[in-house]
């Protein structure tokens, strides 16, 4: 089998149900595990390098607003690697290549691959899209073993924090201008001990203000910019804190948005696992400090 994944998530997925050998072609977020670099990049982003958040938020809502897409499919590449299947999404059109874009390249080029869509909306739902995935390439008995093991780590999570009142947390998705948490991220707070005071699981992420921010009153803030990594989110959050637009006092750290949270993959269950140090730090979990910074 030939695939070609256009989400960093699934790039990730494919690998560890050992399926990486059949991987041919990957985008230009691809960067985990590092074997993913050596594969042909089809998709790139449309948007200029070198952008503040305040512009890269302004450049996309005005592109979205014009019906421009934000990647460029090489459809070259596509036609050369001849996938047997394509894994793309339908979630967010900010996030991926949009499955549209996908069908009518292969339609133009004659290609017959198989289009799978993954579009998780909630933690349980990404579980269940490498169960899907693993059913479509053959490698169903390792998918299994995965969610086995990533639902055994959720439930020593919740086992050593069940005792413990909920902690009120935002977890920032972007932080120029702010947005609340949306998909899984809810869950995860949840999974992790916690009371996502802004977003819904399951729903978009959506922008706010800083006054409801501190309306909703949040014990914890944590900044998760989508597409970031983590030294990258801390500086980010530093600026938040500069601005003076949290109110003093409360605890803020940043993490690896890239690694464990805004990709819909095995590693979000890192993500909870971070969570839950930050949120309940005598429950016993240990923090990765690759995965977050304490900032204030």
């Known amino acids: 089998m030939r695939i070609v994944s256009l989400l960093p998530s699934a790039t990730e997925i494919l690998f560890a149900l050992g399926a990486g050998e059949d991987l041919v072609g990957v985008t230009f977020e691809c960067d985990f595990p590092p074997e993913a670099r050596s594969r042909r990049i089809v998709s790139t982003s449309t948007l200029p390098d070198g952008l503040t958040p305040a512009e890269i938020d302004e450049v996309v809502a005005a592109r979205m607003a014009a019906g421009e897409d934000l990647y460029r499919l090489d459809a070259s590449a596509l036609s050369d690697l001849d996938p047997d299947l394509v894994v793309t999404q339908d979630l967010c059109a900010v996030c991926a290549v949009d499955v549209s874009v996908v069908d009518d390249a292969l339609a133009y080029l004659g290609c017959r691959a198989e289009v799978l869509t993954l579009d998780p909306q909630t933690l349980d739902e990404v579980l269940a899209s490498v169960l899907t995935l693993g059913k479509h390439t053959g490698t169903e008995a390792a998918a299994d073993g995965l969610v086995d093991g990533l639902r055994a780590r959720l439930a020593s999570v919740a086992a050593a924090v069940a005792e413990r009142p909920p902690v009120p947390v935002l977890v920032l998705e972007w932080t120029d201008p702010p947005f609340t948490p949306g998909h899984w991220v809810p869950d995860m707070v949840e999974a992790a001990g916690g009371r996502s005071v802004l977003g819904a699981s399951g729903q978009r992420s959506v922008r706010t203000t800083w006054v409801e921010v501190a309306r909703a009153a949040p014990a ?61 730090p005598d429950a016993g979990i240990p923090l990765d400090p690759a995965l977050a910074e304490r900032i204030a």
């Open 220 to 280: 914890l803030v944590v900044a998760a910019p989508c597409g970031f990594d983590l030294p990258t989110s801390a500086g980010l959050a530093r600026q938040v804190l500069k601005a003076g637009a949290l109110p003093p006092g409360i605890p803020v750290w940043a993490v690896d948005a890239n690694a464990s949270f805004a990709r819909p993959g095995p590693r979000l269950v890192e993500g909870v696992e971070a969570l839950a140090a930050l949120m309940h």
